[in-house]
């Protein structure tokens, strides 16, 4: 055996596309428009370094009362802390509760057979985009304007966009089942409901909580950042002491929010493994 | 032997202008093994399907026990309630346990009432066990479906079948997705309690000997149609041939 017999097969030549000049030409000019308008930005952000560091001096101040957290408010704390997460529960819960019958409504799967459920599917699918594409920042600050400051408008921003995240995300993983399971309780004799109840939901139950779980960890770290609009929990608080200059609360309520988010983060995280492995 | 199943120039033609069946007729008798054989695409696994309605035929009829079926959706839950299947790929729920599986056997006979709550009668649970108990895996109940072996899947999904009390099993390539040894044991095992029950039994198989040795009855199908219909000692290399094609060297 020679080693030219073992060099195999050559490539044949790319067939010659038309345009293939002016597409190369094209792709520099939209580099070349990336590379002009991040320079802009740069300008226009006023990006400057020098002005950080000279920040840094009038700063110092701030910093000498932030290392010295204030321990006296910690049970007021507490208390906001504990509210910011029971906002969470709440918002998350109510959103658990709307998006998941509505998504086994936004499942293609269940849903195109036949002409009426093809409508419901896009009504259904608006629905969840319109709720995701509002911030839960922004629904607060209407909520608030509906309902008065305190936890509850929180509750219902979290809540509404939460449905939108949840309900896209459990209507697909309904749509990524094994359909022979479904195919299995058919030919049993199951009805509609058995069908969905039987041959569907134990495909994506764990799933499903684990995407529950997750969305309540989000709404967490959302909810504290809701009571800077007036949405009550702990970002309340913040935002007062920031006001009144009091840095050495706003640390302790920092140092709270950092040990609070780190243990919820990886409870949350163990939790989900744990369901992945089932 | 009467009559159970009398199909009738069935045919079926699917939305994208594929001809899976183009007329096939077939009788079963009660208590009989009838084997169906052919080439992948044949149109076996869209016939099976067409008799308990999960594919719905374009022509022709089908009379289960005297009675031509309905295409409507309480008529099909009822004739459905009779006839059981069992799949090429178990299609069980992996996260259910073994016993729960078989329950799913009984779903038609659930009252309204248990069916949120993944509850059944005491006698469902009595016939789940009972059927676990005929394939030999009564003391793996609570074990989760997808920690069994394939060919102890597919033995649970012999006894989700047999937990429906069905008058006709519908078998789409029951052994396929197993190794050739654990093919010939659970199809074995299989045939005895379907002749033990004296169950009618209509199965696709792709392997020729194990259709030679386990039925009562063969069928050729070719291009959605019957080329042959005789018994095991008839299948000869030249019928094979005109079930195969020209290539067939078996």
């Excluded at chain 1, 740069?42 to 009038?58: M, R």
Aim: aromatic letters at 8%; one cysteine or more; glycine letters at 8%.
């Amino acid at each position: 055996m020679t080693a030219e017999k073992a060099a195999g097969v050559a490539l044949p030549a790319r067939a010659e596309k038309p345009y293939a000049r002016a597409v190369s030409f094209a792709k520099w000019l939209i580099g070349l428009a990336l590379v002009a308008y991040t320079a802009l930005a740069v300008v226009h952000t006023e990006f400057n370094p020098l002005k950080l560091l000279a920040g840094a001096a009038s700063a110092k101040e701030i910093l000498s009362e932030i290392v010295h957290p204030d321990w006296s408010v910690l049970p007021s704390l507490l208390r906001l802390m504990n509210e910011t997460v029971e906002m969470a529960l709440i918002g998350t819960l109510l959103a658990i509760i709307i998006s998941f019958p509505l998504s086994f409504l936004a499942a293609k799967n269940l849903m195109l057979g036949s002409a009426a459920g093809r409508v419901v599917y896009a009504v259904v699918r608006l629905i969840f985009n319109v709720l995701r594409a509002f911030e839960p920042m922004l629904l607060a600050l209407l909520f608030v304007l509906m309902v008065g400051i305190g936890p509850f408008p929180g509750v219902l921003a979290l809540g509404l966009h939460s449905v939108g995240m949840l309900g896209k995300l459990f209507s697909e993983s309904i749509e990524a089942i094994d359909p022979g399971p479904v195919e299995a309780i058919q030919a049993c004799g199951g009805n509609r409901f058995q069908v969905i109840w039987y041959g569907v939901l134990p495909q994506v139950a764990p799933t499903f909580l684990a995407f529950s779980i997750y969305r309540w960890d989000i709404n967490i770290r959302m909810s504290i950042i809701l009571g800077i609009v007036g949405a009550g929990g702990i970002g309340y608080f913040l935002l007062q002491y920031l006001s009144l200059l009091q840095y050495s609360k706003v640390s302790t309520a920092f140092i709270l929010i950092l040990i609070v988010v780190t243990a919820l983060d990886s409870a949350s995280a163990w939790l989900r493994t744990r369901l992945g492995q089932k | 032997m009467p009559r159970l199943l009398m199909v009738d120039n069935l045919a079926h033609t699917y939305p994208d202008g594929t001809r899976a069946l183009r007329g096939v007729s077939l009788a079963l008798n009660r208590g009989e093994i009838l084997s169906i054989i052919g080439l992948s695409g044949a149109g076996k696994s869209t016939l099976l399907r067409c008799i308990n309605g999960l594919v719905r035929p374009t022509e022709g009829s089908v009379e289960f026990d005297g009675r031509t079926v309905d295409w409507d959706a309480g008529s099909l839950r009822h004739l459905r309630r009779m006839i059981a299947m069992i799949f090429q790929h178990f299609n069980l729920i992996g996260n259910l346990s073994v016993l729960s599986n078989v329950l799913m056997g009984r779903l038609s006979y659930q009252s309204c009432l248990m069916q949120p709550f993944y509850s059944f009668s005491k006698r469902d649970r009595e016939i789940a066990a009972a059927a676990l108990d005929k394939i030999g895996l009564l003391n793996e109940w609570d074990k989760r479906a997808s920690e069994l072996s394939g060919g102890q899947q597919q033995r649970v999904g012999v006894a989700r079948a047999l937990a429906q009390e069905p008058r006709l099993l519908l078998a789409d390539e029951p052994v396929s997705s197993l190794d050739p040894l654990t093919a010939d044991t659970v199809l074995g095992h299989f045939v005895k309690i379907v002749r033990k029950e004296k169950l009618a039994t209509l199965m696709n198989l792709h392997a020729v000997e194990l259709a030679r040795k386990y039925s009562d009855r063969i069928l050729g199908v070719r291009e959605g149609q019957c080329v042959w219909q005789g018994l095991p000692d008839e299948l000869t290399t030249a019928v094979l041939k005109s079930i195969y094609g020209e290539e067939y060297d078996g």
